[in-house]
């Protein structure tokens, strides 16, 4: 920690330094006395160690899966002002989401022996194509509100689009959308009418098409301002098995929004002023467009062209009492007046121009500012560089800008109550924040199933740290579309300090010229996130009152019994997962709450009972729920395009990914269109007037449960994938609504307390409806069902004792480790069982010695290729890793395979 200061201290005073000398005779001139100057940089430094913040970056082993596959990931969770790994929380949640906003699944994860925040998420193999949304924080990032969770795309894809092609046609015209579908079967090119075709808005019923003239399928819907979510869910069955696709909805043509940025904060008369602007779509993302902007004589002044994510700026020469507007147009000719901002006389504002080695900070003042004093204060992260009065003799600063760490750092000018009068963000890449490592492989080439070695080694590494890893991923380069959206510096620099969502922040990395141009636009238009500093200049701390730092497994509740005080009684846990059973006793406390401080994995379920002091039952107990963020700001908002057809450059990851999945765990169940069997019954059960084989599970028979050895039906709906068995509902993977139960074909909506009144032995068959669209009646507020048929009728009854509570917290996910084939002897080698793996190697904890060094290796797969080697991680100083590699991989083994098509 010392040396963290030494070195805060140090930039400190050389920024200082650094700046322009101030006149002799400014001592004669209006000037904030030095306690206020200090005042000032002491509530920043209250406001970071009142409430430090979080940060995560969630690094995948890919971008894009097979509906089926696993993913794999590493989360990196930080400090946001040092970047230096975090360990103020023990878990962090993750979160996997449609586009309908409808939550897949939910994991929690724990760090390993080294600090590293390792899991997965397993897709479900109907899981509908296209782009889900994973989301990451800490119960203690809940404090910063949802908006500053991390959020990442990854693709979805299925197989069957191998074979049959869907392309949509959308067309937009104000608020109503038409749609025209064709299909082709992509074996033969043939068009084709599948059996059914239906598609889903997010908040209606699934709609039925029918082909009209030949085989086209047409439909048009309105998109009001009600609806949010702007996707649509395509579904088809074509010979017995079913495709779903998510398509985002585009917006009429003329639906775009420009707003003008004054750099500063202002236009300031009799200055020229640089002016940044940002076009965007209702969904927040940018859209490209062009203009000129006029005087109130329509007389031309400037023109601008936007970067490709609709930001940019220009230059404009403010006359006095002059009005300005703006002819925007966009690529499709579209064309919006805008009126730029007025002109304010009184204004005083800081511009800043950066050279090649240094941050000039200009003080522009209109015709009628006052003249009272003024200071530049800087800070990066909240961390105060700078704060000195500005000197009314000097009109320019200067900085050299190696000293300003990577990232963003805010230039405030103050006026002496400490108000904001304008305010200026940069960004900046210190190659000291950047960890230098040498990567080298063993040898240049490789052939297929050989060992590869890559020896790394961290140069200049502080030995004194204790947390030095990173993540590793190697994928098949030619047929993993690497990702160009997110990575560690883009998060931890760049999106997680502005409000508002940054559309793809590694498109600001990519090393051309145009970068620091698009930077600085993007900084014109969007704010820093993370403190409010108007307050904190106030001196109002903000601390985190809502959400502590998360340390353990909280199972708490309350018991209370009529006329008898509860203080002290006996509260004892019982802890249950498969065989394994735990326990922890406790006391309640005067008001008869209590609180046990445990740590459980997934799955386990929880009984809790609570006595009175004298050891009578008589009472009544209630756990806590557990409460998790709301959906606002769950997802990634995506564009919608004008038309859309099958993206070819997926084809060949499809095509090699799903070669690998059969080899693995066979072909794909698909969902059969129904048939009659003649043949002796093996097996006889009732079946519901709700089952169809296109909506519904495979049913689940006596047999099957009386083979899976579960002991009460909560433990078959746990073990029964699509559902998920929460505290106080279940649910589906598809939505966080509880699921309607249907015993016996009565239906019930609200059945959780029930689940336990019924035997599973009395079952003779259960299946699951993912979508109660079909149901018979109108359930609101459920989403899916469990459908259950029982041997001999159900009986409501409640048998639960009063102080007795059940619950199925959500623990932490057990750790996994990544299948990576040994081919080490000759036998290994000669094997003729195929290799088709894309995510060829994965691993999230690579630790380096005391001296900088690590060691990965792997064996390469069948296919000849090119290997990309991807990692990941922040040193114990917070200096972030960052580095790729490719490799060359030459066939060696002769291996014939023909496709599997699903």
Known sequence: MKKVLFILLFAWGAIALSA?????????????????????????????????????????????????????????????????????????????????????????????????????????????????????????????????????????????????????????????????????????GDTIAPDMVTFKLSDETTRTIRPKGGNRFNSSFTMNKRRSNRNMLLSIVHKGRKYERYYPLPYAADDFEVSFHPEGGYLVPTQTCRVGFKAINPAGLGEEVSGSVYNANDEKVAEFTSHPLGMGSFYLFVKPD????????????????????????????????KTSNALVITLLKGVAAPSTPVSLLIHHKGIVMYHEPWSPKTDNYSFPANIFPSGITSFLLLDENREILSERLVFNINEA??????????NPTYKSRERVTLKLKLEEMDTVTFVNNLAVSVIDKNKVITDTVDNLASTLLLS????????????????????????????????????????VLKGIIATPDAFQPEQFQEVSGKTEALLISMKDGEVSLMASLDTLLSGETTVADEKGRFLFKVEYPEGTEITVQSLSKRGG????????????????????????????????????????????YALRYGIRTIALEEFTVTAQSKESYTESKFYSPITSSGLITADEIEKRKVSSLRSLLISTPGLIV???????????????????????????????????????????????????????????????????????????????????????????????PKYETSEEKESVEADYRTT????????????????????????????????????????????????????DIESESEAIIP
């Open 617 to 660: 039952r008589h009472n009544l107990i209630s756990l806590d729920l557990e409460t998790f963020p709301d959906l606002s700001y769950a997802t990634v908002p995506q564009h919608g395009r004008l038309s859309t057809a099958y993206d070819s450059n997926w084809e060949a990851y499809v095509l090699q990914a799903n070669e690998d």
């Open 726 to 820: 929460k505290s106080d509902r279940v649910t589906t993977t598809r939505s966080d609504m509880p699921v309607l139960f249907v015993i016996d074909d009565i239906t019930y909506e609200d059945f959780f307390d029930q689940i336990d009144a019924i035997e599973v032995t009395s079952i003779d068959n259960m299946f699951i409806m993912k979508d109660n669209t079909f149901m018979m009646g109108y359930y609101p507020n459920t989403s899916g069902a469990v459908v259950i048929t029982t041997k001999g009728g159900f009986v409501q009854k409640n048998t639960r004792s009063m102080n007795i509570d059940r619950i199925i917290p959500l623990g932490y996910q057990q750790a996994a480790e990544f299948y990576s």
């Open 322 to 353: 002059e009005t300005y507007y703006a002819i925007c147009e966009t690529k499709n000719g579209v064309t919006k007046r805008v009126e730029l901002p007025l002109a304010e006389p009184q204004a005083r504002t800081i511009r800043i121009r």
């Open 496 to 535: 997680s300090e502005l409000q508002g969502h940054v559309e793809s922040p590694t498109t600001y990395f990519t090393g051309d010229k145009s970068d620091q141009q698009a930077l600085d636009a993007l900084l014109l238009t969007q704010g820093w996130r993370r403190y409010d500093i108007p307050n």
């Open 20 to 188: 322009q000398e101030v006149p002799s005779d400014a001592a004669q001139e209006p000037r904030m006395a030095t306690r206020e100057l200090g005042w000032v940089a002491q509530q920043f430094s209250e406001q970071l160690n009142s409430f430090p913040h979080e940060k995560i970056y969630v690094q995948t082993d890919k971008s894009a899966y097979l509906s089926g596959e696993r993913v794999w990931l590493r989360a990196h969770l930080v400090d946001a002002t040092t970047n230096r790994p975090a360990f103020y929380s023990r878990y962090i949640y993750l979160e996997l989401f449609n586009p309908f906003n409808e939550l897949i699944e939910r994991v929690k994860i724990r760090p390993d022996s080294i600090g590293a925040y390792a899991g997965y998420i397993d897709l479900k193999d109907d899981l509908a194509e296209g782009g889900y949304t994973l989301r990451a924080y800490t119960r203690y990032m809940r404090n910063q509100g949802n908006e500053s969770f991390f959020k990442k795309t990854i693709r979805v894809l299925d197989p069957y689009s191998l074979q049959v092609e869907p392309i949509a046609h959308f067309t937009a015209n104000g608020n109503k959308v038409d749609v025209t579908f064709q299909f082709v079967d992509r074996i033969d």
């Open 840 to 891: 060829i190697y994965w691993k999230p904890n690579v630790n380096f010695s005391p001296e900088g060094e690590a060691v990965i290796e792997f064996y390469s797969a069948d296919r000849s290729s090119t290997y990309q080697v991807i990692g990941e991680g922040v040193t114990g100083m917070g200096q972030i890793i960052h580095f790729t590699r490719d490799i060359d991989i030459e066939q």
């Open 433 to 442: 924040d950047f960890a230098q490592m040498d990567a080298t492989f063993s």
